[in-house]
């Protein structure tokens, strides 16, 4: 039988314009490709003289195509119209170039329902293509400010209608989507890691320990306030530590906030993003990763932990409940700084107890590529009943 060919149709995903957009979902694509053919499509508006540019080559297994179309630089009403229409012959374009390369689509993958979730609407009318969804959008949660507007929530409730399957990377968005009133066939699959990157190491080669955290370094989001708040508290305690923060986004305003509260230079450092790669060194050379999140999903970075057999001290919010157990970690509430500082006291002085192989181990069985990719490809063969 000859393997089903899969369209990746996607809202959010590396391209020139922003490199780390979703390179979960990247990851997503590689790990289905281990049992199908596929080829991942994303348009992105961007500042440049033609009003269409393809990019397209095969990125490990995967065949991407990426449209840039020609960005307008106005929020008026008219010019929205016009940008759907951009955004829509974009996808034409890019979809004409999937089908020289394969024959035929067997089944659409749609990753985040908005703007994506238009095309594969129009797929599935015109083609008859079913599709299936995996949402990672933390504007489905409560705890997150940012909202759709109406016409948004009309059009997300008309797309998952025709959805085959609804996959949210964790149960509590599964809860979130429930209650936003998305109906539909739920099966929740995680996120993935790359299991030749991260990877357990038992040689730590430090003399401190060392506490590492990854992310966007968005305040209202991640709160970076408040971890540096903490590491300069339990700086005052002890100074068997060192800690490392790596990210994409205000650089500045952390290091400018951590020269305000007098921080230390020789406890902490700051690092742009780096690529993943260097990410798995790092987490390798980590005794505990540090999430303090104010809302999340299912955060990659946790997954790659303990892949990496690193136990991860982490709020309590969105679906890091599912990820975390006492045997990889300790949980404490958002916001609370002294709950914060009193749990990272206690893991930093308790380390020991943690099996970093069994960690490794038992986070492989769920977010590896074969694991996580079977689960795809399972669900496929249920719908086309293969």
Aim: glycine content about 4%; aromatic content about 10%; hydrophobic content about 40%.
């Amino acid at each position: 039988m000859n393997q089903l060919t899969v369209l990746f149709l996607n809202s959010w995903y590396p391209n020139e314009v922003s490199s780390q957009n979703g390179n979960f979902i990247q990851q997503h694509a590689r790990a289905v490709s281990l049992f199908c053919n596929v080829v991942a499509l994303h348009v992105q508006s961007k500042n440049q003289k033609k009003e269409i540019a393809i990019s397209k080559k095969y990125n490990k297994n995967v065949f991407e195509v990426i449209v840039y179309y020609k960005k307008i630089n106005t929020n008026h009403i008219s010019s929205s119209i016009t940008k759907k229409k951009q955004r829509h012959k974009a996808y034409l374009k890019g979809y004409e170039q999937i089908l020289k390369e394969f024959k035929s689509i067997n089944m659409i993958h749609l990753n985040v329902i908005l703007p994506a979730g238009f095309f594969a609407l129009y797929l599935n009318k015109k083609y008859n293509i079913p599709f299936v969804i995996t949402e990672h959008s933390t504007v489905f949660l409560d705890s997150n400010p940012l909202n759709h507007n109406f016409i948004e929530k009309y059009f997300v409730k008309k797309i998952t209608k025709k959805a085959s399957a609804i996959c949210p990377v964790s149960i509590d968005l599964k809860n979130a989507l429930i209650k936003y009133g998305v109906k539909g066939n739920y099966k929740t699959i995680p996120n993935v890691v790359d299991t030749n990157l991260f990877h357990y190491n038992r040689n730590k080669n430090s003399n401190k320990l060392n506490i590492l955290h990854v992310s966007t370094l968005v305040d209202a989001h991640k709160n970076i306030k408040g971890i540096l708040n903490v590491i300069k508290k339990i700086s005052k305690i002890r100074n068997d530590f060192f800690f490392h923060i790596v990210g994409d986004g205000d650089i500045e305003g952390v290091k400018n906030y951590a020269k305000k509260i007098e921080l230390e230079s020789n406890i902490y450092t700051i690092d742009s993003q780096k690529p993943l790669n260097e990410i798995a060194k790092l987490m390798q050379k980590s005794h505990l990763f540090l999430l303090f999140s104010n809302y999340e999903n299912l955060p990659c970075v946790i997954s790659e932990s303990l892949v990496s057999g690193v136990p991860v001290l982490s709020s309590n919010v969105g679906g890091i409940a599912e990820m975390i157990s006492k045997k990889n970690g300790v949980l404490v509430n958002a916001k609370k700084e002294q709950e914060l500082l009193e749990s990272l006291d206690s893991i930093l002085s308790n380390l020991v107890k943690y099996n970093g192989k069994e960690i490794a181990k038992n986070a492989i069985l769920k977010y590896s590529y074969k694991s996580v990719g079977q689960q795809y490809l399972d669900l496929y063969n249920k719908i086309l009943k293969f």
